[in-house]
């Protein structure tokens, strides 16, 4: 029974909130981030969300969120306050523009998932493989 334990694998906290933070943080910026940075003048009139200002206002929040707080994620700089920040937009885009869905055509499922691994990291903090430990 002992193979089943799994117990011969090497615990790490530190390594698991480095390979958490680099794989929401890297996703984030790849997939979504990026996109929304590459495509802001062809996105910003339909683009909506909660802040007074149009589309414009709510995708440059969204391009800082998406880019720069996923970056310093990654590198854990400024960790907790990158992730609260990142935990705000998730919630806000679940809110907004998915309606609380977590399935259908207007699916929030992955800003879902998303926020849940934000929270963990605001919680937990970057550990100690990080610029700036905490």
């Given amino acids: 029974m002992k193979p089943l334990s799994l117990s011969f694998l ?10 958490l933070r680099l794989w929401l943080g890297i996703s984030m910026v790849v997939d979504h981030g990026w996109d929304k940075l590459a495509h802001f003048s062809n996105m910003q009139a339909q ?4 802040l007074p200002g149009g589309g414009t206002v709510n995708l440059a ?15 854990g700089f400024l960790t907790r306050l990158a992730a609260l920040i990142l935990v705000l937009e998730m919630a806000s885009a679940f809110y907004y ?6 399935h259908g055509p207007m699916s929030g499922e992955p800003a879902f998932l998303y926020l849940g691994g934000f929270v963990m990291i ?9 610029l700036s430990p905490d």
Avoid: Y
């Fill in 10 to 19: 090497p615990r790490s906290t530190d390594c698991g909130l480095l390979f």
């Fill in 47 to 50: 683009f909506g969300g909660p």
């Fill in 61 to 75: 929040v969204a391009v800082i969120c998406e880019v720069l707080c996923a970056a310093l994620l990654c590198v």
């Fill in 97 to 102: 523009v998915h309606h609380f869905a977590l």
């Fill in 122 to 130: 605001f919680l937990a903090g970057s550990g100690k493989f990080a």
